[in-house]
């Protein structure tokens, strides 16, 4: 009897051993088999991000292909409305068409380029206005932020505010203004836009045209959750104000880079 239980005992310590065996072999195989997914999940991620990032290219250039002639003849309709103050604005619409040839072909330009641009947009949209007329221009850029002058701004962004405000407001009432503003403070760019809005222009056709729609597009796609802006009309008062965190998101291609 002592020796079945010796034999009974040592089976089980077999049994035992073999049984833990075979959990630690099933533990590693389970193991090695979860690094070799996590791996390739990896490794489609890392595809995706870069198929992701050549879709949104191909999306930005498309949308670039119709913004720019768009841009082109809402510019020379201004010029040629008022010939007589061609002469005046000559040096602005040059400033404006080399920007618009060479440098919005470029995936960023800095603050400086894109502020001295939208200044020049504005001073030739101003053409076909009475010189009385109520327009509120203020720019409070620091100069010695330290994005200034980096290429982390998107060419062209502060188009679609500045066109908009001259094409939907209503010139002709007694309280009409536009009024523009813009900021670079902090690394934080703010821009913003109000106008006394044509009866005949709603907020929802506002909404509806292409200009907007791409704005909204280039701005999700370049920067993402870095940027934030708002429309909406009030008292047939139209403002639109753009906020793009412009510190994070250098800091965001820095490092990812």
């Known amino acids: 009897m002592e020796g079945n239980y010796y034999m009974i005992h040592d089976y089980l310590i077999f049994i035992g051993v073999f049984a833990i065996f075979l959990f630690l072999a099933a533990s590693i195989y389970l193991f090695s088999q979860n690094q070799k997914l996590k791996q390739r999940n990896t490794k489609l991620s890392e595809s995706n991000k870069i198929i992701e990032q050549r879709l949104n290219e191909v999306r930005l250039e498309h949308i670039g292909t119709k913004l720019n002639p768009h841009l082109f003849k809402n510019i020379l309709n201004s010029v040629q409305s008022h010939a007589y103050q061609t002469y005046m604005s000559l040096d602005k619409l040059a400033n404006v068409l080399d920007y618009i040839l060479y440098e919005s072909n470029n995936k ?30 203020k720019f409070k850029i620091n100069k010695s932020d330290s994005l200034y002058e980096e290429k982390v701004f998107a060419p062209l962004i502060s188009v679609d505010l500045i066109e908009n405000a001259f094409k939907h ?62 429309k909406g009309s009030k008292n047939g008062i139209f403002t639109a104000e753009l906020k793009i965190n412009l510190g994070e998101f250098y800091d965001k291609m820095r490092y990812s880079g």
């Open 108 to 137: 960023y330009v800095s603050p400086k380029e894109e502020l001295n641009f939208a200044l020049s947009l504005i001073e030739i949209n101003k053409i076909k206005v009475n010189p009385l007329y109520d327009f509120r221009i």
């Open 169 to 230: 407001t209503d010139f002709l009432a007694q309280d009409s203004f536009i009024s523009i503003f813009m900021e670079l403070e902090d690394r934080v760019f703010t821009m913003k836009v109000s106008n006394k809005a044509s009866l005949k222009n709603s907020l929802e056709k506002e909404k509806s045209g292409f200009g907007s729609q791409s704005l909204d597009q280039r701005l999700k796609m370049i920067y993402n959750t870095h940027y934030h802006l708002e």
